[in-house]
């Protein structure tokens, strides 16, 4: 004869504390070893040397920039083809390609002819002031 049932009574209690830990670990781990961008724009070191552009002269301008990978940057948004910038693109505001100093002349050829061919011709370049 057994007195004791065979069945076991369910958990009705769930610790949640150790749980809580290790979500906050996990948030805390992850915001350490996260890279935060400041600005939305990317950093590249670009050639020296040229006469300096003054941007305020005209609030219609178009920057696009080309880190050292080739991926080109406009408005924030990351782009791999010139094609998909162009419809974004002012038709009547100049064009400021910067370029990282690292960046293969293809890169930067393919670009320029991708905005001449889409129908803009006031592109320059930019570079960073050595002198005064």
């Known amino acids: 004869m057994n007195l004791r049932s065979s069945r076991r009574k369910p958990i009705v209690q769930i610790i949640l ?9 996990l948030v805390i781990f992850l915001a350490v070893s996260t890279e935060f ?4 724009e990317i950093k590249i070191r670009v050639p020296k040397g040229g006469a300096p ?3 305020r002269e005209s609030r219609n301008v178009n920057k696009i920039l ?9 408005k924030g948004k990351t782009y791999t083809d010139i094609s998909r910038v162009l419809p974004l693109l002012d038709r009547n505001a100049r064009v400021y390609v910067r370029a990282d100093r690292e960046t293969p002349y293809m890169y930067v050829f393919q670009v320029i002819d991708g905005l001449r061919k889409g129908g803009i011709t006031a592109i ?8 005064k």
């Open 17 to 25: 504390s150790p749980i809580l830990d290790l979500t906050l670990m």
């Open 37 to 40: 961008m400041s600005g939305g």
């Open 53 to 55: 552009i003054n941007y």
């Open 66 to 74: 080309i880190d050292k990978w080739g991926k080109i940057f406009f």
């Open 124 to 131: 320059s370049l930019v570079g960073e002031r050595t002198g």
